[in-house]
């Protein structure tokens, strides 16, 4: 409650800073991607914004296929054992 006061009247204090700094960030951000003004942190966000391709993890689909076929044997596993019958709610509903 507090935070959301202190942000809400533009009232620093411990618990609202950071959050003051976060969104004061992300305006000069926004600002420098729509002009010409640049700082570091911008200057990697303009380079994400202009191809977002170049960042693209290739190790990414070998971890993928790595995990699909991870699933594919445990669902062999699974269609060998015997399926079991959950006796939990014993044939009553929520409500009965």
């Known amino acids: ?5 202190s942000l809400a009247i533009s009232y620093p204090t411990l618990a609202a800073a950071p959050h003051m700094f976060i969104n004061a960030y ?16 911008a200057d990697k966000v303009k380079e994400f914004l202009a191809d977002p391709s170049k960042f693209v993890v290739e190790a990414a689909p070998a971890a ?8 594919a044997t445990k669902e062999d596993e699974k269609h060998d054992e ?10 009553f509903g929520l409500f009965d």
Do not use: W
């Open 1 to 5: 409650m507090v935070t959301s006061l």
């Open 26 to 41: 992300k305006n000069a951000l926004a600002i420098a991607v729509e002009t010409d003004y640049s700082f570091p942190q």
């Open 64 to 71: 993928v296929a790595g995990g699909a076929a991870h699933a």
């Open 82 to 91: 015997p399926a079991e019958e959950s006796d939990d709610d014993m044939g």
